[in-house]
């Protein structure tokens, strides 16, 4: 079974930058096409980005530009890298194991972590 967890949320000033991590259980790591979410409070849970197995990468309008997924395989790890941060960034960042169906929809990841806060104060 699949177990994720988040790590390098915090608090940090618009403008600033904050770098998450994800690290993944298992051996087949390399297969796995990974998610970030979050959601604020009193909001929907939020599609953030996603990385592929092979290596394609997707975003939401409104981080592109801002925000960059990556993975390291070898560490069993994914990095989403968050810039020029925003106070409507601050949101509990979550990462997720994609499974099939609208990338875009939290129902179509089967595997989730517990969270990490991030906040923007302005």
């Known amino acids: 079974q699949v177990q994720l967890v988040e790590s390098g949320g915090g608090l940090v000033q618009a403008g600033g930058s904050l770098r998450l991590s994800c690290a993944a259980s298992g051996r087949t790591f390399s297969t796995y096409n990974m998610g970030w979410f979050r959601q604020a409070p009193g909001k929907e849970r939020e599609f953030v980005a996603l990385i592929l197995s092979g290596g394609g990468t997707y975003y939401a309008d409104s981080v592109k530009g801002r925000f960059t997924i990556s993975r390291d395989n070898a560490k069993n790890t994914v990095y989403l890298q968050m810039n020029t941060l925003k106070p409507e960034d601050t949101a509990v960042y979550y990462c997720?194991?994609?499974?099939?169906?609208?990338?875009?929809?939290?129902?179509?990841?089967?595997?989730w972590g517990q969270g990490t806060q991030v906040t923007v104060s302005s």
């Open positions: 997720a194991v994609y499974a099939l169906g609208d990338y875009r929809r939290p129902n179509s990841y089967n595997h």
